[in-house]
């Protein structure tokens, strides 16, 4: 049974800082693309940032970009967060898919959800 575990959520202020790690059962190479979505209350599920596994290229929605990095290891997917703003809390979730990397990658049905970590950005 495939796994992703995320954590490191928690409550911060304005311009602080969090990292998420997701942790999976398999090597996350074993997939081609991996992500990270949001949901806040009241609003639909959003992907933030994609990445191939295969080829590195990354993907990040523009409320994100110049503040959020994805990065991986063999067990692990990373959202390194800076400059966090109110608008950022949100239930973030990695998610993991068999499916090859392609840019309308929020889209996909992946395969496999972590159960989500809280994040909450105080002003």
């Known amino acids: 049974q495939v796994q992703l575990v995320e954590s490191g959520g928690g409550s911060v202020q304005a311009g602080g800082s969090l990292r998420l790690s997701c942790a999976a059962s398999r090597e996350t190479g074993s997939y081609n693309t991996m992500a990270w979505f949001r949901q806040a209350p009241g609003k639909e599920r959003e992907g933030i940032v994609g990445l191939s596994t295969r080829s590195g290229a990354e993907d990040y929605d523009d409320s994100v970009k110049g503040r959020f990095t994805i990065s991986r290891d063999n067990a692990n997917l990373y959202l390194q967060m800076n400059s966090l703003k109110p608008e950022d809390t949100a239930m973030y979730y990695c998610?993991?898919?068999?499916?090859?990397?392609?840019?309308?990658?929020?889209?996909?049905?992946?395969?496999?959800w972590g159960q989500g970590t809280q994040v909450t950005v105080s002003s």
């Open positions: 998610a993991a898919t068999y499916r090859r990397f392609a840019g309308d990658w929020w889209r996909f049905d992946f395969d496999y």
